[in-house]
Nanobody
Framework: QVVLKETGGGLVQPGDSLTLSCEAS????????MAWFRQSPGKERKFVAC????????YYADSLEGRFTISRDSSGNSMYLQMTSLGPEDTGTYYC???????????????WGQGTQVTVSS
């Protein structure tokens, strides 16, 4: 069973940028998609972005495209989420996840990291 580990969260001020990383314990051979989700207290986990590991095709939540950029190290086992112009609404726990096909529904995923907290506050 692959283990996913997120790093890079922290406390930032509004307008700041932050990059999250997700490292998998194995190389995602095969047609995997890797994704980022986020969850605020008391709210459902929501799709942020995903990337096809070999194609490099990217998909974003409509409200986040332009501020967030997902990428991966195709020769390795790491994925990244670059976040810019952060605001308080971006506060939450960010999770990475892996799946065999493109999906933006968190219920379809069964491989998750433990999450990393991002807090945007002045």
């Amino acid at each position: 069973q692959v283990v996913l580990k997120e790093t890079g969260g922290g406390l930032v001020q509004p307008g700041d940028s932050l990059t999250l990383s997700c490292e998998a314990s194995d190389h995602p051979f095969g047609a995997y998609f890797m994704a980022w989700f986020r969850q605020s207290p008391g709210k459902e986990r929501k799709f942020v972005a995903c990337i096809g590991w070999y194609s490099g095709n990217t998909y974003y939540a409509d409200s986040l495209e332009g501020r967030f950029t997902i990428s991966r190290d195709s020769s390795g086992n790491s994925m990244y989420l670059q976040m810019t112009s952060l605001g308080p609404e971006d506060t939450g726990t960010y999770y990475c996840a892996r799946i065999r096909y493109h999906s933006e529904n968190p219920a379809d995923y069964n491989t998750w990291g433990q999450g990393t907290q991002v807090t945007v506050s002045s």
